[in-house]
């Protein structure tokens, strides 16, 4: 294959996709960064460029250069929600959330791979993960910040997980990385919607960076609050995204989401993107007052009983 004919596939491929686009990705990262409340450290508020760039982070670990990379991650930014029906709730831990599958593909005959983690995807995962991460830089931020210690580094470290973390959140309020239905509907379709590989990247790519802004949905954000349970509340989320895969459908099929597209697909997409702003900033405001409590295992004690 030529360089030309690999850049054409490589872009075809990784814009059809990609969660949200650059644009989007962007812009509810840098929604969520200026609502950030005065109560959390002054450096993250004082970080809205920095977590503006992250957003897209994840969609730069794509490139078959980097194979291993790009293999690894990629289940992160979705999961079909209608292969886990079945599975109520999601377990908490990621390998309890694969053996689950595994047990389920050995008992299934038709399409049993279907099953396979890395064809349903680990959406909520991954953000878990990032969360507990923030939780836990945060907590050590309050720490050093106790001993009078230095704190530039941790800082750095705490932005990074914030800005990845908003990926993972705003793919969830996409609602095409929720469903088997991400990038042309599936199976039975009685109201004719399109099942042309076109939809995803129209969506939430080529309509969003031509006719919303960050601005269009700022003022839908409003102060955060505190998750008690933020696995249960970030799957419920998924759930709510999942519930829209069908009006996306229906806006395409009107026409909503090319060129200007129309109000109704305005109104839609710019709720959704709210959506995972509000998402984020909750996650961010939830794991700064989290970390304000000890870790149920000090480090001192996980250190007396070492793990490989
Ligand atoms: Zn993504």
């Known amino acids: 294959m030529t360089s ?11 814009v059809s996709v990609f969660g949200w686009g650059n644009e989007g990705h962007e812009y509810v990262n840098r929604v969520a ?3 950030i409340p005065v109560e959390m450290p002054r450096f993250l508020r004082h970080s809205v460029a920095e977590l503006t760039y992250l957003g897209p982070e994840p969609d730069r670990w794509r490139s078959p250069s980097e194979y291993a990379l790009k293999n690894a991650q ?27 599958l595994y047990e389920k593909r050995a008992a299934t005959s038709d399409h049993p791979d279907d099953y396979l983690p890395e064809h349903v995807g680990l959406q909520p995962y991954i953000t878990m993960e990032i969360f507990g991460r923030l939780t836990a830089a945060f907590r050590e931020y309050r720490h050093l910040r106790e001993q009078h210690q230095p704190t530039s580094p941790v800082e750095h470290a705490i932005v990074f997980y914030a800005g990845w973390l908003g990926h993972y959140v705003a793919d969830g309020s996409q609602p095409l990385h929720t ?39 700022a003022k839908l954000v ?22 829209q ?16 597209g129309s109000a109704e697909a305005f109104e839609f997409t710019t709720r959704r993107l709210a959506a ?13 007052l989290d970390s304000a409590s000890s870790p149920e295992i000090a480090p001192a004690a996980a250190a007396a009983s070492p793990s490989k």
């Open 179 to 217: 469903t088997i239905h991400y990038n042309g509907w599936v199976g039975p379709n009685p109201k004719g919607y399109t099942t042309q590989h076109g939809i995803h990247a129209a969506f939430e790519s080529a309509y969003v960076a031509q006719n919303v802004t960050a601005k269009d949905f």
């Open 245 to 260: 895969v069908e009006t996306v459908y229906s806006l395409e099929k009107a026409g909503g989401f090319t060129g200007k």
């Open 276 to 288: 995972g702003s509000q998402m984020l900033l909750d996650l961010w405001y939830t794991a700064w």
């Open 74 to 100: 990629e289940p992160d930014h979705y999961i079909d929600l209608e292969r886990v029906a079945w599975l109520d709730p999601l377990p908490p831990g990621r390998y309890e959330f694969y053996r689950k």
């Open 4 to 14: 030309t004919a690999l850049l054409a596939l490589c872009l075809f491929q990784c």
């Open 33 to 35: 960064a200026e609502k």
């Open 222 to 243: 409003r102060s955060p609050e505190r998750l008690g349970d933020p696995f249960a509340s970030y799957v419920n989320y998924l759930k709510e995204s999942n519930r």
